[in-house]
């Protein structure tokens, strides 16, 4: 049996597996924005009833992730989580980004990707990314890479998007959750979620182009992978991706972009569990090859 854990900024979920199966599992509420310094006893908490029997702990954690230390980017915090864990546990313990185990649980679940090369997306409260290439998850040493909601790109607008990360027009400044939120309700001059802003505020002619500026910036990102990687799939998930009005405007602009930015533009097959799955194959994958 394997642990798989997915600390993520809003909840931390935790999966017993046996044979590739969840056969226990618990979620708690992330302390990541509260609490940060007791995250590691917080998470061993939950699974130490589980590590007697189980062989490894796998992380797929939100943030820039590294064997020496997470970096909680939008908490400006690092520590050093694998080292932490695998001495509470006594297990080797495997670490990588969130979005990066999703996209793997992708690559080993959903039959319809072009498996070898491909680029996941999830515009949720942030936009993070995956990006499998020539059938391995692109890693790197310090852990920041493939995070595409920090690259930027061109919108028809005057405007100009600050984002936390020091730079300007990023992908997460104006597609994510966040970004979306605060437009609207600086637009609308009340506080709304995105989720308000899709069930009920839309079609509103101050918040349409909001959206559309976001649906923008999400489809720039697939042009600017398409002409690096080469990839004919991108899975786009998150709970704004896979809003009908959001991910209709991106399929729509990716159609009347030429030729050669063409992708096969595919809706996430892992759900709610993505994370810990595609952490548990990746760690087992690592395993076969060590
Ligand atoms: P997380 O960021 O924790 O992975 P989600 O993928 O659910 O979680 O993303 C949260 C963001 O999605 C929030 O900004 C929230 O307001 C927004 N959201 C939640 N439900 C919807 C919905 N039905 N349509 C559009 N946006 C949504
Ligand atoms: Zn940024």
């Known amino acids: 049996m394997d642990i798989a854990i997915d600390i993520g900024g809003t ?58 230390a997470v970096n909680f980017l939008s908490v400006r915090r690092k520590l050093p989580l694998q080292a932490q864990l695998r001495s509470l546990t006594g297990l080797p313990v495997t670490i990588i980004n969130d979005a990066s185990a999703a996209a793997w649980a992708e690559y080993v679940l959903n039959d319809h990707v072009s498996r070898k090369n491909f680029i996941y997306i999830t515009v949720s409260t942030g936009v993070g990314a995956g990006i499998v290439f020539n059938d391995e998850i692109i890693t790197c040493a310090d852990g920041f890479c493939a995070h595409l909601g920090h690259t930027a790109v061109n919108i028809p607008t005057a405007q100009s998007y600050p984002c936390h990360c020091g730079r300007e027009n990023c992908v997460e400044a104006i597609a994510s959750g966040t970004a979306i939120a605060k437009y609207a309700s600086q637009a609308l001059g009340k506080t709304l979620s995105a989720k308000d802003v899709f069930t009920h505020y839309a079609e509103h002619p101050d918040i349409m182009p909001i959206i559309d500026n976001a649906a923008t910036a999400v489809a720039e990102l697939i042009f600017n992978m398409k002409a690096t990687f080469g990839n004919d799939t991108v899975i786009i998930g998150g709970s704004v991706g896979l809003a009908p009005l959001f991910i209709n405007k991106v399929a729509a602009k990716v159609q009347q972009a030429p030729e050669i930015y063409q992708v096969t533009l595919l809706a996430p097959k892992s759900g709610a569990n993505a994370d810990v799955i595609g952490v548990h194959h990746y760690a087992k994958k690592q395993l076969i090859e060590s």
């Open 11 to 68: 909840k931390i979920a935790c999966a017993l597996i046996e044979n590739d199966q969840i056969i226990d599992a618990v979620k708690v509420d992330s302390i990541i924005h509260t609490n940060i310094d007791d995250l590691a006893p917080y998470v061993y908490a939950q699974i130490k009833h589980w590590v007697a029997q189980a062989r490894s702990v796998n992380i797929a954690c939100t943030g820039q992730v590294s064997p020496d």
